[in-house]
């Protein structure tokens, strides 16, 4: 009798969620009175994450934030000596070259697949810990590769190991932070991934310079020895159903008698093929059925992907032609970092802003597609800044490519964080949408260098640049206007998809 009360009040509480803009773990706080053998997270002892003091959210965005840049600036760090690699594993192909690179990336698109849904079924901690040391493991092991089989392999090992923390840092994020305060930290965590690309050239040059490659994969490893020692005893769990299985396991040691159960009891668990073959391959399911997550991944690669394009063609264009050192060229990178920075910064301003606005909770009418407003100037930009860098090249002073590349870098950024939060804010499970953009952008960034040195060597730095900025305005203005318009029946159409592949049934 009393769990019935228990099972029809949280029935209530679930529909009454559905109609909020932000999806909260219901954890029970509100129903401990209606039975005594239900096991809830006390809310009043901040149990929930999302009761956190801010402290220990701030401790955890942090440490998630530091995993998240390192795996990337370890992705490019010996982009400007990548020459010195090519010469002392004796490789002569400019696109196996260029493969070295991308296979960081390629393993960025697969890891995420799995790591992601793992983690919303044995927790984020577990997966960001246990991905960073294979990082370590392998991170070592490539700086002592004397092949390029060797070196491809390492680094395709290492990159599963380090795309943990970026497959799951949007379920962190918003695990942990409600709407009005999940654009700063979502910030501070999503800059991790686009800035460590830039950055890691800006040091691996000078390493490379003045030591070794081999450096440009050790560093990364001991770095990342350290925040694994910070990870194991500092990184709590942040997705609430498992912090509340594992209180459930810890009482019933205690009350062995009791028939103990948590609200995961009382929701239907599905039991058709369909649904467990997309607990591993919900990314991928994501994107075939559901459209508006198809659009705005397709974007947010198209603008990652001419990213890593540039990484890889700056050693031509500012070592070979503007005659650059190795140092100097990474150097040269700070440019997009710059850009990155300023562009992280006015976008959350603008996101704010645009919160706000609806009205002083900022809640009402509030819906996902409004954190794609701002993709419409960030385009812009970026196709000017395309185009500034393009027709400049090697003709004028180097620092006027620079500065367009820093335009560029301001809208790349406002775009990618723009659709970071739309992913996390608009799905219902909101790692597995993470990595779904994952996935496809870092096909894209892995697939653009390798056709980098063909597109400038045929086209030109200027036409070759243009093409790239024809590109993402082809793409990305339509894409963002087509979701702003019809995207909540779009990812109501891709909710629907989903739950008939899983066996549920819509209420």
């Not at 460590?196 to 081999?214: D, E, N």
């Not at 909770?361 to 930009?381: F, N």
Request: contains cysteine; glycine residues 10%.
């Amino acid at each position: 009798m009393l769990r019935q009360k228990v099972k029809d009040a949280y029935s209530d509480l679930v529909v009454s969620q559905s109609s909020s803009p932000d999806k909260v773990f219901i954890g029970g706080s509100s129903l401990r009175q209606l039975d005594p053998l239900l096991v809830f997270l006390d809310e009043d002892k901040h149990e929930h994450p999302r009761t956190w003091p801010f402290r220990k959210k701030a401790q955890t965005t942090a440490i998630i934030a530091a995993l998240g840049f390192l795996s990337p600036f370890a992705s490019t760090i010996f982009a400007p000596s990548v020459h010195l690699l090519m010469d002392d594993l004796e490789i002569t192909d400019t696109t196996v070259g260029a493969l070295q690179i991308s296979v960081f990336l390629f393993a960025y698109a697969v890891g995420p697949l799995f790591l992601a849904p793992l983690s919303e079924l044995y927790g984020r901690a577990a997966i960001i810990n246990s991905g960073n040391l294979v990082f370590v493991a392998f991170s070592i092991g490539g700086g002592f590769s004397q092949t390029a089989t060797q070196f491809i392999v390492t680094r395709f090992l290492g990159g599963i190991g380090g795309s943990s923390a970026l497959a799951v840092m949007g379920g962190v994020a918003a695990d942990i932070w409600d709407l009005e305060t999940r654009p700063k930290a979502s910030a501070l965590v999503m800059l991790g991934p686009v800035l460590g690309p830039i950055l890691g050239p800006v040091c691996g040059g000078w390493m490379s310079q003045l030591a070794s490659w081999r450096w440009t994969l050790w560093v990364p490893a001991i770095a990342g020895g350290l925040l694994a020692f910070a990870g194991l005893t500092l990184l709590p769990e942040s997705y609430a159903p498992r912090v509340l299985q594992r209180k459930f396991k810890n009482e019933q040691c205690c009350r062995t008698n009791d028939q103990l159960y948590t609200v995961l009891d009382l929701e239907p668990r599905p039991s058709s093929r369909g649904y467990f073959f997309n607990q591993f391959l919900r990314p991928i399911v994501y994107l075939a059925l559901d459209p508006a997550l198809l659009l705005a991944s397709l974007f947010y690669a198209v603008v990652f992907g001419v990213i890593y394009l540039v990484i890889v063609t700056y050693s031509d264009v500012f070592g070979l032609g503007y005659h650059h050192s190795v140092g100097i060229v990474g150097t040269d990178f700070l440019a997009v970092g710059i850009g990155m920075i300023i562009g992280t910064i006015a976008t959350v301003k603008i996101m704010e802003a645009v919160f706000k606005k609806h009205d002083s909770t900022g809640q009402a009418g509030w819906k996902p597609e409004s954190r794609l407003i701002s993709c419409v100037v960030g385009g812009l930009l970026t196709v000017c800044g395309l185009f500034i860098y393009g027709f400049s090249a090697l003709k004028t002073h180097f620092i006027v490519p620079l500065v367009g590349m820093a335009i560029f870098a301001i809208g790349a950024m406002n775009i990618m964080l723009a659709i970071q939060l739309y992913a996390v804010d608009g799905f219902q499970y909101s790692a597995s949408a993470f990595a779904a953009i994952s996935f496809l952008r870092c096909i894209f960034a892995g697939a653009f260098p390798l056709f980098g040195p063909k597109l400038f060597e045929s086209l030109g730095i200027n036409w070759g640049v243009a093409l790239l900025a024809f590109l993402v305005l082809g793409v990305g203005l339509p894409l963002v206007l087509l979701l702003y318009i019809f995207g909540p029946k779009l990812r109501q159409m891709g909710l629907a998809r989903m739950e008939r592949l899983e066996g549920k049934k819509r209420s």
